[in-house]
Nanobody, 128 residues
Framework: QVQLVESGGGLVQPGASLGLSCAAS????????MGWFRQAPGKEREFVAA????????YYANSVKGRFTISRDNAKNTVYLQMYSLRPEDTAVYYC?????????????????????WGQGTQVTVSS
């Protein structure tokens, strides 16, 4: 049974930084690509960032490029999302997800159907 547990969410002011973690179990973590998505109230879940199995390829949504950084520690079975210069529009529930593949083909990193397991999500609220 694959489990993904996100942590690190919270309430921050605009311009602040926040780091999220996603601990994985039940699958050989180092063999699989991982992604972060988010869902704001009344909106569809959208892609945020993704990373391949080794961590040498990363992908970002245009809205977060240059502000967010995805990374992974295969020894700790954990993927991270470091968020800088947060904006009110970044407010959402953030989910990590895993795919049964080592890497992505084309722009599949942004496709929800490419992922087979999801965490329960962690709330990030950016407000003054």
């Amino acid at each position: 049974q694959v489990q993904l547990v996100e942590s690190g969410g919270g309430l921050v002011q605009p311009g602040a930084s926040l780091g999220l973690s996603c601990a994985a179990s039940g699958r050989t973590f180092r063999n699989y690509a991982m992604g972060w998505f988010r869902q704001a109230p009344g909106k569809e879940r959208e892609f945020v960032a993704a990373i391949n199995w080794s961590g040498d390829k990363t992908y970002y949504a245009n809205s977060v490029k240059g502000r967010f950084t995805i990374s992974r520690d295969n020894a700790k079975n954990t993927v991270y999302l470091q968020m800088y210069s947060l904006r009110p529009e970044d407010t959402a529930v953030y989910y990590c997800a895993t795919t049964p593949r080592m890497d992505y083909a084309g722009d599949t990193y942004s496709m929800k159907s490419w992922y087979d397991y999801w965490g329960q999500g962690t709330q990030v609220t950016v407000s003054s």
